[in-house]
Nanobody, 131 residues
Framework: QVQLQESGGGSVQAGGSLRLSCAAS????????LAWFRQTPGKEREGVAA????????YYADSVKGRFTISQDNAQNTLYLQMDSLKPEDTAMYYC????????????????????????WGQGTQVTVSS
């Protein structure tokens, strides 16, 4: 059973930085799509960044390109999201998501992914950016 546990959220002023972590366990395969999504009340959950565990170009939403960096530590089975130059509009609940294979990652790169394309989810961590 895949389990994902996020940490690292909090409150920060605009222009500041936060690093989110997602501890992952239970994967049956070494080929997985890993992603960060975010959601604000009344809006759909949107993909922010994604990678494939086997390598390849990362996906970033246009709204975070140049400010957020997704990375993984395979030895620690941990996914990270480094968030710099934070803006008030980055305020949201951030979720770690995973699914087997390349499909989730490729669909995000093609701007065709929905949350339903990812099978496993963490409980979320709140990020609040004040102006």
């Amino acid at each position: 059973q895949v389990q994902l546990q996020e940490s690292g959220g909090g409150s920060v002023q605009a222009g500041g930085s936060l690093r989110l972590s997602c501890a992952a366990s239970g994967f049956a395969s070494s080929s997985n799509s890993l992603a960060w999504f975010r959601q604000t009340p009344g809006k759909e959950r949107e993909g922010v960044a994604a990678i494939h565990t086997g390598g390849g170009i990362p996906y970033y939403a246009d709204s975070v390109k140049g400010r957020f960096t997704i990375s993984q530590d395979n030895a620690q089975n941990t996914l990270y999201l480094q968030m710099d130059s934070l803006k008030p509009e980055d305020t949201a609940m951030y979720y770690c998501a995973a699914t087997g294979g390349v499909s989730g990652w490729l669909l995000l790169l093609q701007h065709r992914a929905t949350p339903a394309d990812f099978r496993y989810w963490g409980q979320g961590t709140q990020v609040t950016v004040s102006s």
